[in-house]
């Protein structure tokens, strides 16, 4: 505690003979900014304020030098560094609040300039007068920096395609195309069981490609109400939907499968992100949320191993809806 | 020798700069505690930057894969993507390296919350109003700017939850009639996911060097606008008036107090950034396209376009089997375009409205304009319902309330809220205008009584029988 008031003190008297030194010179002249009486004790405050900053700077480092790398105390950094700002803070808020010169001052508004203004508009009319085609001139003039502009722009469209949309068509979906899981093992029918739901990609293809990503359930073969033509696309009651959302491309996290039937919803496939609730006994149509058309269902058969295979492609365009999006998808994929 | 002559002749004859610096330092602030929120939000940025460096240094921006082996056991051996890894090594690998990741965070949160603030502060004191409409549209493109810049910025960890906002992002991209599709192959090189090869890095370089710049190229704009045209006032005295401004100068006064709150702001920030955890990035795991999370929330500033997309009743204009408008549109880009030009437009829109062409240096109070006043919060009560059933499933899980109940009810309120607001608001304006005119009324009587008093006072006792 001595040192402390001791320290401050030579600070203080130290601070205190540099400021009367700048300060004598110009008490004769009439000042532009008006005096204040001394406040020694606010000075005092700043004093002890910015040097518990610098031991609160000084923590920070300590704390950072002592602990091993991979276990940093983070709320002690944070608390350090914090104080010391903090403390910085507070020392200025004493300067503005009891040492600094507290003026009231008053001002013009800035006015506007009407010579000004019609000197610009004089200069820039004289300045072409001996040019008999103005309208024309300028014209070709845009028409030039447009061009330039338009020129210039160009390279941009190498970032990608433009106006070959056939990407966001492409599926890597045929028939005889295995379904592999996440660690592209062929899945065998006989291990889809009912009341869970199994990722599952085409085999060979970059599993983060979208058309490949399916999610595949098991229910009641008698109890589906497929759309014509797809009598045989689930064999066995095995069914397998494009796992991303027709909404906005989230995947299809959410099964849901009621413990209680006789009470609770039927079964759905859910998009986490805005809700979009799909019923997979009727091709995943729309039965909630804001999602515009059903989730495109991937025939399947089981081959003579017993392992689950694409029996063509999808049923739509799969992913988040965009202009055209219902036409049927193409072959072919995007690697 | 003087220490602070010298110099300023050294810098005076080589740049002639003497005139300006010292008009600058004679630059008067008004002196109300709202007009320091626009300053919060640029210490927010001082931060953003300041941290954002450091982040720089040891971020790597490439999305091969590798595999994990580090501190953070329950992510060991996992295969991740080198941008995930490195962040994640950065929160604990690095030394003082989540401390700068959170408070960096942070910062872009209080940064946006600061410009939000401060718009409805420009906006129910009608500060907006000529000669400052530009100022008002630079702040705009600020805000949005920002809003972007930060999408980016949790983007390119490329964790789950990240991932899940991209796939979002480019959905909603993909909505916008017939340029969806090419515009979004564009902007992710490829099909997202996976999106072409250069997309991480395209993404890196707006983050770090495009988004900034822009920032803060119209913040220097949007600070020599307000410094030309000088702040707004309120009408605190007869003194303050449309043609003189009265405040404290920037040097001596005002420089400690705003430097002050730089310190503040920062230490507010780092403190946050150390002792409140936000964003815990290895707890979501890695991306993958084909995996989402149940009770996946956005930062703050992006709950309106979630609340937006989940709303949105089922609707897409369909021709045949043709989409021509897919649903996101309508929450994703449509309801912040229509925001962003209401309130870009809306200077001139009251301007013609009222006829008031004038100039205005003093601020209104919220009272002082009835209509403006309902209208903004009316507006603001929609945005701000339509941000609320962003947070709907957190709402069922915290309350119980079930989600369609809540669907139903928030499809309702932000068509019948809004215009109620707006008529109570009106009302509540105009009613304490009028007990400020009877409060005047009575201060002048009571003057009048009181100076009657000193009039019978000076007369004397005797001469008033």
Redesign the interface.
């Known amino acids: 505690m001595k040192i402390w008031k001791w320290i401050v003190t030579l600070l203080t008297l130290l601070f205190g003979r540099l400021m009367r030194r700048g300060g004598s010179v110009e008490d004769a002249e009439e000042r532009i900014?008006p005096a204040g009486t001394p406040e020694r004790r606010a000075e005092n405050l700043v004093l002890v304020l910015l040097m518990l900053a610098v031991l609160a700077g000084i923590a920070f480092i300590v704390v950072?030098a002592i602990?091993p790398?991979?276990?940093?105390p983070?709320?002690?950094?944070?608390?350090c560094?914090?104080?010391?700002?903090?403390l910085?803070?507070?020392a200025?808020?004493v300067?503005?609040k009891r040492l600094?010169?507290?003026?009231?001052?008053?001002?013009?508004?800035?006015d506007v300039h009407p010579q000004a203004q019609r000197e610009i508009a004089e200069i820039v009319h004289e300045s072409g007068s001996r040019i008999t085609r103005k309208k024309l001139l300028i014209g070709a003039g845009a028409a030039a920096g447009g061009t330039l502009g338009l020129a210039a722009l160009t390279p941009?469209?190498s970032?990608?395609?433009?106006?070959?949309?056939a990407?966001?068509d492409?599926t890597p979906w045929r028939p005889g195309v295995a379904l592999v899981d996440e660690n592209g093992n062929k899945m065998p029918a006989s291990d889809v069981v009912g009341g869970t739901f199994y990722?599952a990609?085409a085999e060979g293809v970059?599993?983060?490609?979208?058309?490949s990503?399916l999610v595949v359930i098991r229910l009641d073969p008698d109890k589906l109400k497929l759309p014509n033509g797809r009598a045989d696309w689930a064999p066995d009651g095995i069914l397998a939907y494009s796992?991303?959302c027709t909404?906005?491309?989230?995947?299809?996290?959410?099964y849901r499968n009621p413990l209680f039937p006789d009470l609770e919803p039927k079964p759905a496939l859910v998009?986490?992100?805005?809700?979009?609730t799909f019923d997979p006994y009727t091709g995943a149509s729309?039965i909630?949320?804001?999602?515009?058309?059903p989730l495109p269902q991937l025939p399947l058969m089981i081959d003579g191993a017993g392992y689950l295979r694409a029996n063509g492609n999808f049923s739509a365009r799969v992913?988040?809806?965009?202009?055209?999006?219902?036409?049927k998808p193409t072959y072919g994929t995007?690697e | 020798m003087d220490p602070v002559e010298d110099p300023v002749r050294f810098i005076d004859e080589r740049t002639a700069a003497a005139p300006l610096l010292r008009k600058t330092m004679r630059y008067l602030f008004p002196d109300h505690w709202s007009f320091l929120l626009g300053e919060v939000a640029l210490y927010s940025f001082i931060v953003l930057i300041a941290t954002g460096i450091y982040l720089a240094l040891f971020f790597d921006d490439s999305t091969a894969k590798t595999v994990y082996h580090g501190p953070y056991v329950p992510l060991d051996g996992q295969t991740m993507s080198a941008a995930y890894k490195s962040v994640v090594d950065i929160s604990f690998s690095v030394p003082a390296g989540l401390l700068i990741r959170q408070t960096h965070h942070w910062a872009a949160d209080v940064f946006v919350a600061a410009m939000v603030i401060h718009l409805m502060r420009v906006f129910f004191t009608g500060a907006f109003r000529k000669p400052r409409e530009l100022t008002w549209i630079i702040g705009l493109l600020l805000l949005f700017t920002a809003l972007l810049e930060g999408y980016l910025g949790y983007s390119l960890v490329d964790d789950l939850l990240s991932g899940m906002g991209l796939q979002i992002g480019n959905g909603v991209g993909l909505s916008i009639p017939i340029i969806g599709g090419p515009l979004m192959l564009l902007l992710f090189g490829s099909r997202f996911p996976p999106g072409g090869p250069h997309f991480w890095g395209r993404m890196y370089i707006a983050h770090v060097l495009l988004f900034p710049l822009l920032l803060a190229t119209l913040i220097g704009v949007h600070l020599m606008l307000i410094m030309a045209r000088h702040h707004t006032q309120f009408r605190e005295s007869r003194r303050h008036t449309q043609r003189r401004i009265i405040g404290v100068p920037l040097f001596p006064g005002q420089t400690p107090r705003s430097l002050a709150l730089m310190f503040y702001v920062a230490a507010i920030l780092f403190l946050l950034g150390g002792l409140v955890q936000i964003n815990p990035i290895w707890q979501w795991g890695p991306f993958e396209p084909w995996l989402a999370t149940n009770g996946a929330q956005p930062d703050w500033y992006l709950g309106w376009l979630i609340g937006a997309l989940r709303l949105m009743p089922s609707f897409d204009v369909t021709v045949g089997h043709f989409t021509l408008i897919p649903n996101p549109f309508w929450g994703g880009v449509l309801f912040p375009g229509v925001v962003l030009m209401v309130l870009a437009t809306f200077p001139w829109v009251e301007a013609r409205l009222t006829g008031d062409r004038r100039v205005h240096n003093l601020a209104d109070r919220p009272r002082d304009a009835p209509t403006r006043t309902a209208f903004g919060v009316a507006f603001l009560s929609w945005i701000f319902l339509i941000f609320a059933f962003g947070a709907a499933d957190r709402i069922l899980v915290l309350w119980g309330l079930s989600y369609n109940l809540q669907l139903y009810i928030f499809r309702i309120a932000i068509w019948v809220v809004p215009p109620i607001l707006f008529f109570g608001v009106r009302r509540m304006c105009r009613e304490l205008q009028a007990g400020d005119r009877v409060e005047e009324i009575r201060e002048h009587a009571e003057d009048q009584a009181e100076e009657h008093q000193r009039s019978l006072a000076r007369a004397g006792p005797g001469t008033a029988r």
């Open positions: 900014v950072y602990y790398h991979a276990d940093q983070n709320e002690l950094l944070g608390l560094l914090g104080l010391c700002l903090a910085i803070g507070g200025l808020t300067v503005a600094v010169v507290t003026e009231e001052l008053e001002d013009d508004y800035p941009a469209l970032l990608g395609p433009l106006w070959d949309t990407p966001l492409m990722s990609f970059d599993p983060e490609d979208i058309a990503e796992k991303i909404h906005a491309g989230c995947a299809i996290g959410l998009c986490p992100c805005h809700y979009s729309v909630y949320g804001p999602a515009g058309r992913g988040p809806a965009w202009w055209n999006v219902r036409e995007n």
